[in-house]
């Protein structure tokens, strides 16, 4: 039986770029969720699971619109709605990553590089099925205004605004250093 090629894991993570810009095919409920059931096996010191997702599709789009534009209403230097429209309108989906209230320094660092693999992780295999993303944190992830609107506790801490879809256009790599330029073996 003829099987399609899987990728190697290394190219899928040279190759898998932050995508801006986005085609009108869309990505299902099923398929993210899919995504995130992979995803969740991220390490995760004391595998606390510290996530939770808000997934937004279709009218719930509108919904995180209203949010950003609440918080837009209060910038001192407030941008343009439009263009805030069309950048919520233009991918498939949004997913706000999120973590749960934690006040002790070190387990709230601990959950969020848990919450950042889950993330890698989710962006990797989404890649591997032609899915792209961007992880975006604008000040509005701080902002109490717009975390009411969505919903979320003052307290709890959002990880990232992931902008998902089909890519229209993959961007040229931004160049990385050498690791011989910034590791130092010991022997
Ligand atoms: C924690 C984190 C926050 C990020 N926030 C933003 C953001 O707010 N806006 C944005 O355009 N890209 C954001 N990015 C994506 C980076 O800009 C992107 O990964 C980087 O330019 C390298 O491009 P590549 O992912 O295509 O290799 C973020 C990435 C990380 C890991």
Known sequence: ???TQRKDLADIITERRSINSFSDKPV???????LLETAKWAPDHGVREPWRFILCLDNGKEHLLEAMLAYNSQCK???????IRAKIMGPSA?????????????????NYGAASALIQ????????QGIGMIWK????????TFKEAM?????????????????????EAK????VLNKITTLK
């Open 94 to 110: 949004h997913l706000l990553v999120i973590n749960n209230a934690e006040t002790n320094r070190k387990k709230w660092e601990e």
């Open 121 to 128: 992780n989710f962006q990797l295999c989404a890649w591997e």
């Open 28 to 34: 299902s409920e099923e398929v993210i969720i899919d």
């Open 77 to 83: 230097k407030p941008k343009n709605p439009d263009k």
């Open 137 to 144: 944190t604008g000040s509005y992830i701080d902002n109490d």
């Open 151 to 171: 919903h979320i506790d003052s307290d709890e801490t959002i990880i990232g605004l992931m902008q998902i879809g089909y890519p229209d256009q993959i961007p």
């Open 1 to 3: 039986m003829l099987q």
């Open 175 to 178: 160049p990385r250093t050498t």
